[in-house]
């Protein structure tokens, strides 16, 4: 048998500005959509958020190149670097006699994100390598989302290994890569952005969709097989609704074991591996108990529906946090990356406390995911909303600091908010969103929601600052709109996340909020705040944001699509 031959990262650059990158244009060329006229590398450059790193990066010499095939220059090269990176990682981590736990399941984050950003950008490829011209809205919002995925994943990892003690000097040989890296995901974010995507967004003409229908407890379920809806006929309800296809499902009974398994785990491995949405369903009712496990969907689970008895019936609880070593990403109680993921009736909590800082209840990095009739309940950094697009409908979020952030496009709907108490010296600051770069698709919306103080904090109120948010990240991008907001938020609003940072560039806007808390007049007067119309705000709901009308209906959970 001939000996397997590899090649490395950078003979797969040269061969692709030799070879790859003329056929590309041929192929562009001939496509059915004509292809933008010829455009220098400087001039296209000026368009990202670095043109002098562009410039680097993009091959000069050909006179006749648009933006489409330099586009795919980009992402080609981006996922070489992507390839080198987990090389570098892997590196690293089997020399990790001399790290601490911490350092190696930072590096053990990069690893997890770089994997996944070697599929995001394959995917991508495929999708630009295929045709020259604006795609279709849905498409081009799949691609934009993989590639803003990318750089959230890439920052996460810079996170986390910034995080770990300052004496580790093997950050600074995975740093300085890491930061060539995220310029170049940006480069490829903003030619997609400039040459396939649409400039209007979809909006739907059906404002509202008729709701799953959960009473009591009761979902109305369309099973592919009559006995497994036998199994759970009290779970069942045949009433009018839109039904949700499940193909198969399984019981989790952790005390009176007349369930399949008595761990969510267990019944997460009987789960079929990359199935697709037409296929329906893989259904975990989990029963009335405490489940004390750490539970991650992972990305080759995907369109698993979990649901449980009720909010404070089923509980999914874990203790992990940053003072007793594990990074923000890996503190979660529950973690979820596979698409289509759906929980219903169900509570996730993290029990570590203030005092231990970051401790994550959920963390979410998948992609059509949905939670109904949830909560989420912990202190700092409560839900991290990492990444992809997202939906949350009549959910409870309870926590201190930050404690919903993350950078997924992101939106709730009819949810509670509930800042806690905090700790002696410390405020509460509801969202902390995460957008890096302006081209990212990410941000948090705010529907119809409800701010109110949880109990411990009703009664100090007047002396506890809360704010709707700070922007932790250059472009923090967060909108309350149709919101009731309680007194417990002062006339300012919002806070800063350290001096000037970020009030320029970031995008905080609330519209027609009600409330003894939502009077704007008070407010910032940072140029990244905004008191919006109806015109702005409708970018922000789930028809426009997330695209929602297209992949909601299937979970079954109910939604609006407009203001």
């Known amino acids: 048998m001939a000996k397997n031959v590899q090649y490395s990262p950078i003979f797969h650059d040269i061969f692709f500005i030799l070879f790859v990158f003329p056929l590309l244009f041929f192929i562009s060329s001939s496509a059915d959509t004509p292809p933008s006229s010829p455009v220098a590398p400087s001039t296209l450059c000026k368009s990202t958020p670095d043109p002098s790193f562009c410039n680097t990066v993009l091959p000069s010499g050909n006179s006749s190149s648009n933006v489409y095939d330099y586009g795919r220059f980009s992402v080609r090269k981006s996922l070489s670097a992507a390839q080198r990176f987990l090389s570098l990682i892997m590196k690293y981590l089997g020399k ?3 790290l601490t736990t911490t350092a190696i399941r930072a590096l053990q984050d990069c690893k997890f994100l770089a994997e996944c950003n070697i599929d995001y950008l394959t995917t991508s490829f495929e999708t630009v390598s295929r045709k020259s011209g604006i795609l279709d809205v849905l498409e081009a919002d799949d691609v934009q989302t993989l590639l803003s995925a990318i750089l959230t994943n890439t920052q996460t990892c810079v996170d986390g290994l910034q995080a770990t003690a300052s004496a580790w000097s093997v950050r600074k040989g995975i740093l300085t890569p890491l930061s060539n890296d995220t310029r170049l995901y940006s480069v490829s974010l903003a030619l997609f952005t400039k040459g396939w995507v649409p400039n209007k967004r979809k909006k739907s003409s059906d404002p509202t969709r008729k709701p799953l229908q959960l009473q009591n407890g009761r979902l109305n379920l369309r099973f592919s097989s009559p006995e497994n809806r036998r199994l759970l006929q009290d779970q069942t309800s045949g009433d009018g609704g839109d039904q949700v296809l499940i193909n198969d499902m399984v019981i989790v009974s952790k005390d009176d074991g007349t369930g399949n398994f008595t761990t969510i785990a267990d019944a997460l491995s009987a789960a079929p591996n990359n199935t697709d949405a037409s296929a329906g369903y893989f259904l975990i009712y989990v029963t009335a108990g405490l489940y004390e ?69 959920v963390r979410n990095g998948a992609d059509l995911s949905t939670f109904y009739n949830c909560s989420f309940e912990a202190y700092q950094d409560t839900l991290y ?68 103080a949880a109990d411990d904090l009703a009664n100090g109120i007047t002396t506890i600052q809360t704010y709707l948010g700070r922007p932790w990240k250059e472009y923090s991008r967060t909108v309350y709109m149709q919101s009731y907001i309680g007194s417990l938020i002062g006339p300012a609003g919002w806070s800063v996340w350290s001096g000037d940072f970020a009030l320029n560039t970031s ?6 909020n009600r409330g003894p808390g939502s009077n704007t007049s008070g407010r910032v007067n940072w140029p990244g705040f905004h008191v919006i119309n109806a015109t702005d705000a409708v970018n922000f709901t789930v028809s426009s944001f997330i695209m929602g009308q297209d992949w909601i209906p299937q979970t079954g959970a109910p939604f609006k699509s407009g203001l």
């Open 293 to 361: 496990e750490y539970v991650s969907v992972g990305k080759n689970k995907r369109y698993v529906m979990m649901v449980g008895d009720g909010i404070n019936q089923t509980i999914i609880t874990g203790n992990h946090n940053f003072v007793d070593g594990w990074t923000t990403f890996n503190s979660a109680t529950f973690a979820v990356v596979g698409t289509g993921f759906v929980a219903v009736n169900i509570t996730f909590r993290n029990t570590a406390g203030a005092i231990k800082h970051q401790a994550v209840a």
């Open 385 to 452: 909303v990492h990444s992809l697009r997202q939906y949350y409908r009549e959910c409870d979020i309870y926590g201190t600091v930050d404690f919903i952030f993350g950078n997924a496009a992101a939106v709730f709907q009819n949810c509670n908010m509930y800042p806690r108490l905090p700790m002696a010296n410390q405020f509460n600051a509801i969202t902390a969103q995460g957008r890096t770069d302006p081209n990212q698709n990410t941000g948090i919306s705010i529907q119809n929601c409800t701010i109110r």
């Open 96 to 98: 990790s006699n001399n």
């Open 507 to 512: 995008y905080y806007a609330e519209y027609d």
